[in-house]
């Protein structure tokens, strides 16, 4: 699987934000990646050294559009967590 595919966007939320001061990283990934794929995708595309990383499939809400009633994308999220003495200079704003 292509590097670039497997991570589709940073998540930039207030919880998101807070974990960083942790080490750790929210990415919205693909559907089908695994663990050691996501892991391996940001080691080589941020060139950080990842300890370890949790995924979780965010479901979709329940939305209503005038007289439809519907849900929206249900999506993949990963945690990912790095060294201590490491950042990720796409989230710093560097």
């Not at 990283?25 to 996501?38: G, L, R």
């Amino acid at each position: 699987m292509i590097y670039e595919k497997i991570l589709i966007e940073p998540v930039l939320s207030e919880k998101a934000n807070s974990m960083r001061e942790e080490g750790k990283y929210v990415f919205k990934v693909d559907p089908s990646a695994n663990k050691t794929q996501v892991k391996e995708a940001v080691r080589r595309l941020f060139n950080v050294h990842p300890v370890s990383c949790t995924i979780m499939v965010v479901g979709g809400k329940p939305k209503r559009q005038r007289y439809k009633a519907g849900y929206t994308a249900t999506w993949k999220k990963a945690i990912v967590r790095i060294r201590k003495d490491e950042k990720i200079s796409l989230f710093e704003g560097v």
